[in-house]
């Protein structure tokens, strides 16, 4: 989970937002972390490179929850 | 009735057909700039452009001051002359006096050009309103605007709502939840929008039954995005379109496949698997890669079948990028990052992403390890749309060792 929260924020403070202090399963991507489509793509791609996977290879994932679920 | 024209909920607007009407009517002075984050203004713009027979030039809002020099030169786009409509204009000879308007005038856009900096294109109301259906079958019709206004794809919806006298309800850059409840709420009937736009609205969040018109264009979508689809728009039929900025919408298909029309049969040619466009269907410009009669579009083509003329897109001949329905020009961005502070040499090139189609990544060889992924990106805000900046900067001691097989610059 910090490893994500290190992805994530890299990629908010990348487009000049705030970081977050905390994320949970449920955190929402979009509505919750205010992570737009260009941010969603730069998440995929840091993603893939730290842990070899494609968290949108199935279809789209909303939620930290969902993410966390790919990696395991 | 009061007929809505458009609606924002973002900017919190709301406007019928009459307070555009009066808005234009107006209006004093005019300037043939247009850059506005507020896609009103930009309607308000193209639209007294027409009634003054006058060019204008759309410019993106976030375009940087050093885009819009490269672009239109030293000239202050703010610039404003007077002006008065001819006549009084009034709700019920708007569309007959917009339409006999249209002879002479030019709206000029910008597109990512093959060889560097964008390219500007002009069209006359003919090349941007070919597709344009006026209709007593489109009276009804509510459109989602989910483009934005300076792009090609945008004019479109925007001319297809005006000559029906339709809504324009806002879905651009809204929350997947806010689209869903704009669409149900004001029983939007079509939306024209990107494959990425699409994309994120799934899984779906609950269903829009209004809608029965869904177009896309560019990409192909798979069938598990395509049952998707269909879930949260169970009355609509998707259409894909083949459109550029070079010569508007010009053909579109069910499914995957295209069938080429009697009307532009004789228009449209395939020449070494690429599909090139006869001259007399593009808009006005003088960096077209014209042979001779002909348009090369870049795009590959595999035919599956004669008669009916039919066939499906492959791939892109040239190196443009599209990222979302966007076309970056690597080119363009290495230039940029080239131009940055600690920036030896640079490498742009996409990775396949499934919500954007494509994203842009970057290989840069730099002065020392004080020169930062931020650092450049800091730079690159203040000189390019931030669609069109890498998403990821990876430093590398020399350019070209590091692209593997599912990292390609297409």
């Not at chain 2, 973002?10 to 057909?17: P, V």
């Not at chain 2, 002006?83 to 917009?98: C, G, P, R, S, W």
């Not at chain 2, 809608?211 to 879930?231: C, M, N, P, Y």
């Not at chain 2, 290495?334 to 842009?360: F, H, P, Q, T």
């Amino acid at each position: 989970m910090r490893k994500l929260l290190l992805i994530i924020n890299t990629v908010l403070e990348n487009r000049g937002k705030a970081a977050v202090a905390t994320i949970n399963e449920s955190s929402s991507l979009k509505n919750d972390l205010g992570l737009d489509s260009l941010d969603l793509a730069e998440l995929t791609v840091r993603i893939e490179a730290e842990y070899d996977v494609d968290i949108f290879e199935d279809g789209i994932v909303t939620t930290v929850g969902e993410i966390l679920k790919k990696l395991s | 009735m009061d007929k809505i024209f458009y609606s924002d909920i973002r900017s919190g607007k709301s406007l019928t057909y009459r307070q555009l009407i009066e808005d234009i009517q107006n209006k004093t002075t005019y300037s043939p700039y247009c850059k506005s984050s507020d896609f009103y203004v930009v309607f308000q713009n193209i639209i007294q452009s027409l009634f003054l027979e006058k060019e204008i030039v759309l410019l993106d809002s976030d375009f940087t001051d050093a885009e819009v020099k490269n672009l239109v030169g030293e000239v202050d786009i703010t610039k404003s002359e007077p002006v008065a409509l001819e006549k009084q204009i009034t709700e019920d000879d708007f569309l007959e006096l917009l339409n006999c308007k249209t002879g002479t005038w030019l709206i000029t856009l910008f597109t990512s050009g093959t060889t560097g900096l964008p390219k500007k294109v002009s069209h006359t109301f003919a090349s941007i309103a070919r597709q344009v259906k006026k209709s007593d079958r489109h009276i009804d019709d509510v459109w989602g605007f989910a483009y934005n206004p300076t792009h090609i794809a945008g004019l479109q919806v925007l001319f297809q709502a005006l000559v029906n006298r339709n809504s324009l309800i806002r879905l651009f850059g809204l929350d997947s939840s806010e689209i869903v409840n704009e669409i149900n709420s004001k029983g939007i009937t079509h939306i024209s929008a990107t494959p990425t736009f699409y994309r994120l609205l799934l899984p779906p969040i609950g269903t829009c039954p209004t809608v029965k018109r869904l177009t896309s264009g560019g990409e192909i979508f798979d069938e598990h995005t395509l049952q998707q689809l269909a879930s949260l728009f169970p009355n609509a039929k998707l259409t894909n379109v083949y459109a550029s900025s070079e010569a508007g919408t010009l053909l579109a298909s069910k499914g995957n496949e295209f069938v080429i029309k009697e009307d532009i049969k004789d228009k449209v040619c395939i020449k070494e698997n690429e599909l090139l466009i006869h001259r007399s269907l593009l808009g006005q410009s003088t960096s077209f890669n014209i042979d001779g009669e002909w348009y090369h579009t870049g795009d590959l083509i595999e035919v599956s079948c004669q008669d009916p003329f039919t066939f499906h897109f492959i791939s892109r001949k040239n190196e443009m990028i599209n990222v979302g329905g966007y076309k970056v020009n690597p080119t363009e961005v290495e230039k940029y990052l080239r131009e940055c502070l600690g920036v030896l040499d640079a490498s742009v090139y996409a990775k396949v992403n499934r919500i954007m189609g494509s994203v842009i990544l970057c290989d840069v060889v730099r002065e020392n390890d004080r020169v930062t992924e931020k650092f450049i990106r800091e730079q690159l805000q203040a000189k390019l749309q931030e669609f069109k900046i890498p998403r990821v900067i990876k430093f590398v001691e020399q350019l070209n060792v590091t692209r593997t097989g599912k990292i390609l610059r297409k």
